[in-house]
């Protein structure tokens, strides 16, 4: 897919076959460093620490776990492809905002392991009910789409979920670890 979008710029600008592959072999260089770079600053949490609260604040695309009041870590994360506002109803793109709790891990999800949040809420369901929609729901903490864990932090680089929050495989591992059943999550806008 890649190569037959540069194929096309290749076609359109009249480049070089030279030219083509220096930019093709740069792009993915630049692509491998930063992976790599990832991989390097990667600092995985302390086995065994449980975590006893996660905040997501959407405006720095940042969650964080925390024990006792105590930030443990924090991550960056892509949100639902409408990042701006609460969501409101099924299909809108949108991140809900407010308190929930992590209710179940799925350890078979299509994304690298999951968290279920327990969206939504009383609150939500009245609401979606007195505009005569559906709220939505499967609202989850996951990694990257199965077979695709390769591109890393990468996946960061636009919000692309359906209103889920995405980390990166490494991340949701320790996450997945760390984070029991009935731990509240806030998700502040």
Known sequence: MLYDFLRAIRNEHGWSRSAFVLSLTVLIAIILVGVIAYQIQFHALEEGIV???ILVEKSSRTLTLFRNGVPLKSYSVALGGQPVGKKQLKGDGKTPEGD???DWHHPNSDF??????SYPNSTDVASAAAR????????MIHGIRNGLGFIGPL???FDWTQGCVALTDAEI??????VPD???????P
């Not at 690298?112 to 949040?117: D, E, P």
């Not at 591992?173 to 760390?178: F, N, T």
């Open 132 to 139: 005569d929609t559906i709220p939505g729901g499967e609202i």
């Open 112 to 117: 690298h392991l999951a968290l279920h949040i």
């Open 100 to 102: 929930y709790i992590i």
């Open 51 to 53: 975590a006893d609260k």
């Open 173 to 178: 591992e320790e996450l997945y670890r760390a």
């Open 155 to 157: 996946h960061r680089l």
């Open 182 to 188: 009935g731990t509240p999550i806030e998700i502040r």
